[in-house]
């Protein structure tokens, strides 16, 4: 990160999960670049990673800092608001908690 | 303004109002040594560098602005600069002709 040294990389193949593929396909989506309007831009998403605190870059896999970002532009764009992402996060971990139940 | 094309059109809209493009292949540049804040495309470690322009590479809106939800107009030209590794790298190891190619926006490059 920054220029910090990061030690080998280590090059190797994985299949990505179902959510990353998801998560990538919002971002085609949301660029716009297979048609419909364009509702941001790839140095957005560059921004609003940059912008992740050191701790949280170094936490959240690659696509969890995507979708992070990805959000924090939807807000920053009016997109959606806070309160509609909170109410939104919280009916989906209610719907998880409810289906782990039965 | 004059518009420019630029190479690999395609997916992207490739023709916008673009500024005057100020450097030629061969012209030795300075990047501009700055740390403002934002989605800064221009690698800390080459800032304050001198190079020679390797190559004009068309004019693009600019992905600082771009990552402010502006437009990113007019253009600006985009060069691939090349600087000698053993003048980045105070350490480097290889060979002393090595050079490393980096693309950099008009607006970071003074002449030299």
């Known amino acids: 990160m920054g220029g910090l040294p990061a030690g080998r990389v280590e090059p190797s193949e994985h299949d990505y999960a179902e959510w990353e593929q998801r998560v990538d396909a919002l971002m085609v989506l949301l660029s716009g670049v297979k048609g419909g309007t364009p509702r941001m831009t790839v140095d957005e998403l560059r921004k609003n990673i940059e912008a992740l605190g050191p701790e949280a870059y170094d936490k959240l896999g690659y696509y969890e800092r995507w979708v992070t970002s990805i959000t924090q532009t939807m807000i920053q764009r009016g997109i959606i608001t806070t309160d509609e992402l909170g109410r939104k996060m919280e009916e989906i971990r209610a719907r998880r908690e409810d289906a782990c139940r039965k | ?112």
Not at chain 2, 22 to 39: M, Q, S, T, W
Not at chain 2, 79 to 89: E, G
Request: aromatic share 12%; hydrophobic share 40%; glycine share 8%.
């Open chain 2, 1 to 112: 303004m004059p518009e420019v094309a630029a190479p690999g059109a395609g997916q992207y809209p490739t023709r916008f109002p673009s500024l005057p493009v100020r450097f030629a292949a061969g012209d030795r540049v300075r990047v501009r040594e700055a740390a403002p804040l934002g989605h800064i495309r221009t690698p800390f470690y080459i800032r304050g560098h001198v190079g020679v322009i390797e190559r004009y590479c068309g004019a693009y809106p600019n992905p600082e602005e771009l990552a402010q939800m502006r437009d990113g107009l007019p253009a600006q030209p985009l060069y691939r600069v090349r600087f000698l590794q053993s003048a980045v790298w105070p350490d480097y190891a290889g060979r002393p002709e090595d050079t490393i190619d980096i693309e950099i926006f008009q607006h970071w490059l003074e002449r030299e």
